[in-house]
T-cell receptor, first 114, second 110 residues
Framework: GAVVSQHPSWVICKSGTSVKIECRSLDFQATTMFWYRQFPKQSLMLMATSNEGSKATYEQGVEKDKFLINHASLTLSTLTVTSAHPEDSSFYIC??????????FGPGTRLTVL | ELKVEQNPLFLSMQEGKNYTIYCNYSTTSDRLYWYRQDPGKSLESLFVLLSNGAVKQEGRLMASLDTKARLSTLHITAAVHDLSATYFCAVDIGAQKLVFGQGTRLTINP
């Protein structure tokens, strides 16, 4: 099955800085990938759909200028949290979906903003 | 707005017992997923249910889907400690998007 990797697995940054998270599909060419956010002890919330070669589509309430998504190739999507603040601290998880309908999730990136 | 509600949210049970986790959703969908999440980890796919009446089993876990009732169940048979985790159901709302339930935190005691 598909394997999704994320880098870094965790990151600590100062408030006001930007952080880039990479999501790679290791054995599947994904034209569409998804970014989720999970706050501690809460469920996953879809942030945006990352479309290869075009603009991402964001869910209601997600600031597109703050969470920049780039999907420049079929195997790489990046999420950049710009001017991060402590309330952006969360677990960010990407996913892709194969034709089998199974959606595979990356290992996640834990972001802590000081 | 689509709501996906799991019941119970917390479950503590003894090894060897049976129990069921329920997942209700508020809109039409014929695709539902169950995932497991261990602390600090990402999601592991358990079941993909793609039609009304679908039933799938893997080891001590069995999942079913009733699209007319908008209900899915995850049944645990003769629980063992290794099954302790948080379980999420997720409903496909189209365009490959998933809406997740709140999660059920399952603790199995020896």
């Amino acid at each position: 099955g598909a394997v999704v990797s994320q880098h870094p697995s965790w990151v600590i940054c100062k408030s006001g800085t930007s952080v880039k998270i990479e999501c790679r599909s290791l054995d599947f060419q994904a034209t569409t990938m998804f970014w989720y956010r999970q706050f501690p002890k809460q469920s996953l919330m879809l942030m945006a759909t990352s479309n290869e070669g075009s603009k991402a589509t964001y869910e209601q309430g997600v600031e597109k200028d703050k969470f920049l998504i780039n999907h420049a190739s079929l195997t790489l999507s990046t999420l950049t949290v710009t001017s991060a603040h402590p309330e952006d601290s969360s677990f960010y998880i990407c996913s892709e979906r194969e034709q089998s309908d199974t959606q595979y999730f990356g290992p996640g990136t834990r972001l802590t903003v000081l | 707005e689509l709501k996906v509600e799991q019941n119970p949210l917390f479950l503590s049970m003894q090894e060897g017992k049976n129990y069921t986790i329920y997942c209700n959703y508020s809109t039409t969908s014929d695709r539902l997923y169950w995932y497991r999440q261990d602390p600090g980890k990402s999601l592991e796919s358990l079941f993909v249910l793609l039609s009304n009446g679908a039933v799938k089993q893997e080891g001590r876990l069995m999942a079913s889907l009733d699209t007319k009732a908008r209900l899915s169940t995850l049944h645990i048979t003769a629980a063992v400690h290794d099954l302790s985790a948080t379980y999420f159901c997720a409903v496909d709302i189209g365009a490959q998007k998933l809406v997740f339930g709140q999660g059920t935190r399952l603790t199995i005691n020896p």
